[in-house]
């Protein structure tokens, strides 16, 4: 455990080093959050009672889910580690005294950390300067912010071992090119990140909710700004350890047989 | 011309050696879109309507974007890669052949993946035709073409001033995205909702609307005949494209080896 801890810090400091494209970034991240809050707006203006969310409630989701991408979007992996299974070099890997499946967590998890430290500073203090009804407003209550925080961190887990699979599948089909393709989009609708479930038909919501993917950016976004609140708002905790758990039980299996048929060839 | 169909083959027959992969990628591409798609018809199903445009004049706005951006980038994708070019000196390699540059870019690369984000496109546009009740004339329809010719070519001139502007950066600029993958994704509602500065921004900085709000207004009914020829004025913008790129070109050293 120790050694997956500063495995994972080395990791981070690594990361940190690419500062400029941090910047890039970080301008077109606020791009996006801007021209999206315009864009409810104008929705809100049509019929403000059909808003499924106070607007105060969908600015801070936004702002925070741009803050916090790079953690909690579905898409961010280490590609060195698909390629590492491609062309064998995943034997060094298995040469090691810690498991497969904690050196590789940690490392996505590294990535995504350093990615987000590096860009959500900027985005932070820019959102919060922005004036009232447009900018980052405070969380809800102390609670909302505590139980905010434990849900990020659940959040950027379940991510992680969601791209622990597609590793891990990679075992199976040397390229995993298809089913990303395939699944990203999806995992970005299903997680709430192209638009907040809420705005869903409810069924639809619903089902995206209970989904692992809802257990993503869906949970810490909204308990934020108080969309859930009490009772939903244990719910999706529980919710999120559980989908965890079962996240994190496929990768394993997935890890334990592939590695038990996997041939590396050449020398 | 026939030197570029023949470049168009080769792309086409490398592309078609890894069958399955460009089958996946273009139903990825498909997918991708079609999210866009569902986001923008789940928040019209709830609202009933924007700033006025009900569910299918959206539809039919958002069309126009998501035909012409997928179909600039299938044949000016090589702009894409260009920094790289310039950082890898393959520039030198272009500059030293008997024929133009920006053909030569052109043909660096095709990306016939963007199929799949065409389909999208045109169903959206279908779907848009049928749900927005316009009634179809023949001006009506020359303009729609128009339309989506003029979103070419200032998709495509935006891709060159992201090269030519990487001659002097050296590095691909991300914010440029904001103009091109950006107008996509926010742009494909009809300009308006976003208030009148983004108007005036699309009609004298960068021409959105003179290919897609204006004339929109005319395939609605909503103003004169005059508008519909406002998408010829688009290609306009290749003007100062094409001069930053001369001056791109002009500037130009060699990173070496």
Known sequence: MKALFTFFRMRVIYGLQYRTAAWAGVVTQFFWGFMEILLYKAFYEASPDRFPMAFEALVSYIWLRQALLALLNTWTFDNELFTKVLDGSVAYELCRPTSLYGMWFARTLALRVSRVILRCVPLFIVASLVPAPWGLNAPANPLALGCFVLSLGLAAC?????????????????????????????????????????????????????????????????IYSGDLSGGAMVEM??????????????????????LRKLCVQGG | MKLYFKFFAMHLKSRMAYK?????????????????????????????????????????????????????????????????????????????????????????????????????????????????GVEWTALRCLCLGLMILGGVCVFSALFLIYAALSFFTLEGLEFMNCFTDG??????????????????????????????????????????????????????????????????????KSAGS
Not at chain 1, 238 to 254: D, E, H, K, P
Request: glycine content about 8%.
């Open chain 1, 158 to 222: 379940v991510g992680v071992a969601f791209s622990m699979i597609l590793y891990f599948t990679c075992f199976y089909t040397l390229s995993s090119e298809g089913i990303r393709f395939m699944m990203l989009p999806v995992a970005e609708l299903l997680s709430g990140d192209l638009i907040p479930l809420p705005f869903l038909p409810v069924w639809l919501a619903n089902i995206f909710h209970y989904s692992p993917f809802g257990s993503m950016a869906n949970a810490p976004l909204r």
């Open chain 1, 237 to 258: 905790l529980c919710l999120q350890v559980f989908w965890l758990g079962v996240m994190a039980f496929i990768g394993w299996t997935l890890q334990n047989r592939g």
């Open chain 2, 20 to 132: 399955k992969s460009f089958f996946f990628a273009v139903i990825g591409q498909f997918i991708t879109t079609f999210t866009a798609f569902l986001t923008l018809y789940f928040l019209l199903d709830r609202f009933g309507s924007v700033k006025g445009y009900t569910m299918g004049e959206c539809l039919l706005s958002a069309s126009i974007m998501w035909i012409s951006f997928p179909l600039a980038e299938w044949f000016f994708r090589g702009f894409d890669t260009f920094p790289g070019m310039i950082r890898h000196a393959e520039f030198d390699r272009v500059l030293v052949r008997p024929r133009s540059l920006i053909f030569q870019v052109m043909c660096q690369k095709l990306e016939f993946t963007r199929i799949g984000r065409l389909a999208q496109g045109v169903v959206t546009l279908a779907m848009g035709i049928a749900a927005s």
């Open chain 2, 183 to 252: 107008a996509r994704e926010h742009f494909a509602y009809p300009l308006e909702i976003y208030g009148e500065g983004f108007v005036k921004f699309g009609t004298y900085i960068i021409p959105y609307a003179l290919f897609q709000y204006y004339p929109l207004q005319f395939l609605l009914g909503r103003a004169g005949a005059g508008f519909a020829f406002l998408p010829l004025l688009a290609p306009l913008f290749f003007i100062p494209a094409y001069a930053l790129w001369r001056l791109g070109v002009r500037k130009y």
